[in-house]
């Protein structure tokens, strides 16, 4: 086995006895999103894959092996936020904004959209916990994957500030906006984005008109 492979069993490994002991239930709450996300990822690898060695064109197999590219790039994305969630030593509100910050960069510059990221917090030390962590990088990577997919932006504006008991976060896009009463969140990402917010007690407000833009607003106890 190579030795990245190795090196990736080990920490995952570690991850999740580490969850386990610190808190069961996010354990078991981060192992079903490693099943769900990884299982899918996967799977549309192995189906992608096998249409590329059924003898079509040569112009269709390069565009399914650059899907294949693309879908092990968001598996491998997928991965280090697993870990990072289930505790990386980098477990402070200052660590998840750089993290956060990261991400959306090296994502949103690949889609070539412009990224404003302002964060304005009380405690940047202040501890968060393992379900903190992961919910809040899963709801930010579902809202910007939703933006470069389905929202023809080409601005994004992530912002987040904290008070002694909430934090907010918001993420908002030039695009081409939605209808928020008529049950559209701009892709089939947003609803598992909805339930998500919901999870750690949070609430989630969406601000939007059909070219006007969106603006996701979450606002979660801590």
């Not at 799977?43 to 079509?56: F, K």
């Not at 904004?97 to 959209?113: F, G, Q």
Request: net charge neutral; aromatic share 4%; with cysteine.
């Amino acid at each position: 086995m190579p030795k990245i492979a190795v090196n990736f069993l080990g920490r995952l490994c570690h991850g999740l006895s580490r969850g386990r002991t610190q808190c069961p239930s996010c354990s078991i709450r981060i192992a079903h999103d490693l099943h769900d996300d990884l299982g899918s990822g996967l799977a549309s690898i192995r189906l992608e894959s096998a249409m590329a060695g059924m003898g079509v064109a040569e112009k269709s197999a390069r565009d399914t092996l650059m899907r294949v590219s693309e879908i092990a790039r968001n598996v491998g994305d997928d991965l280090r936020r697993i870990i990072w969630a289930m505790g990386s030593g980098q477990e402070s509100l200052g660590d998840l904004l750089a993290y956060v910050r990261s991400h959306a960069a090296e994502l949103l510059d690949r889609a070539e959209i412009d990224l404003r990221f302002e964060a304005d917090v009380k405690d940047p030390e202040r501890h968060l916990g393992m379900d903190q962590r992961k919910h809040l990088v899963l709801f930010t990577k579902e809202a910007l994957h939703n933006v470069v997919k389905h929202a023809d932006a080409r601005h994004v504006e992530v912002r987040m500030h904290s008070t002694d008991t909430q934090l907010h976060w918001s993420i908002a896009n030039d695009g081409r906006g939605i209808d928020p009463d008529g049950g559209d969140l701009g892709g089939t990402g947003n609803a598992s984005m909805a339930k998500r917010a919901k999870e750690p007690g949070a609430s989630l407000k969406v601000i939007s008109k059909p070219g006007k833009g969106t603006r996701l607003e979450l606002v979660m106890p801590w």
